[in-house]
């Protein structure tokens, strides 16, 4: 198994990670630009109170930032009140990006990002599952290390869950044993959706990612190993959404499966 994913991992290198090399690296800091997207979808429980912390960390750590907001047609007035943070934060500073409906969770970054102006971009939750507090230790561990990535992880250090079932914890940990095993993974947290990208390094990313859905993670992360990107992780605490109700469901994991195995014998 070993040789097969060294190949395709010398593979990769040689076409995205040249692509993002192309643009001149930006360094993590407060010299830098971040775009945050956030994919919503009947959001409206969330979407201020995420917002007013991104806000408020974003400004108190003395960064240049900007929130995008990628909303598939919510029919929960999700874009009404983001239409009322704009008048009380601005429009340069937070962005409404609507689609016409539910076209999934890559297609929503890719969307996001076409819009976004930063320098680096994270991608997180907007259900307050990702809670913002974590972002200057994102950014404090890309300026230390040079990472091209930095990833949230459940599964190492102090990172964790709260409000699951043992039930739940436990098909989200095999998950990713069994995926970290057939791929070859070497980060802890191969389903997170809780990351940093340099600008350049997602955009030859999302380039190449073809999985759906919560598959997306796990591809995304496995090729930009295999492209000999770095990546580093930031241990966090994962909250069960508090409103709302949750998108991943019994079909989610059936795609999950069927991703992982389309990579197995294709990466």
Do not use: C
Not at 138 to 165: P, Q
Not at 247 to 257: R, S
């Amino acid at each position: 198994m070993a040789p097969k994913r060294a190949a395709a991992g010398g593979k990769a290198a040689a076409g995205g990670k040249a692509a993002a090399a192309a643009a001149t690296p930006a360094k993590a800091g407060k010299a830098g630009k971040y775009s945050i997207i956030l994919p919503t979808y009947n959001e409206a429980q969330n979407i201020a109170l995420i917002v007013q912390m991104l806000v408020g960390v974003l400004s108190g750590a003395g960064v240049d930032y900007e929130i995008l907001i990628v909303d598939d047609a919510s029919p929960d007035g999700t874009q009404g009140i983001v239409k009322q943070l704009q008048k009380l934060h601005g429009s340069d500073r937070i962005l409404l990006k609507p689609r016409a409906g539910k076209l999934g969770l890559g297609t929503a970054y890719r969307h996001g990002l076409q819009y976004a102006s930063g320098d680096w971009v994270f991608l997180m939750d907007a259900d307050l599952s990702h809670h913002p507090k974590y972002l200057p230790a994102f950014i404090e561990k890309a300026a230390a290390t040079g990472a091209d990535i930095v990833s949230g992880t459940r599964y190492a250090g102090a990172g964790g869950v709260a409000g699951w079932s043992f039930g739940r914890r436990l098909t989200s940990r095999g998950a990713n044993i069994l995926a970290s095993t057939l791929l070859g993974a070497s980060v802890s947290d191969l389903t997170g959706s809780f990351r940093l990208y340099r600008r350049p390094v997602l955009e030859a990313l999302l380039g190449e990612v073809t999985s759906k859905g919560y598959a997306f993670q796990m591809e995304i992360i496995v090729r930009a190993q295999y492209a000999g990107y770095s990546i580093s992780e930031v241990p966090i605490v994962f909250v069960d959404r508090l409103y709302g109700s949750s998108k991943l469901g019994a079909n989610e994991f059936a795609i999950f499966l069927k991703g992982l195995a389309r990579l197995f014998f294709t990466l």
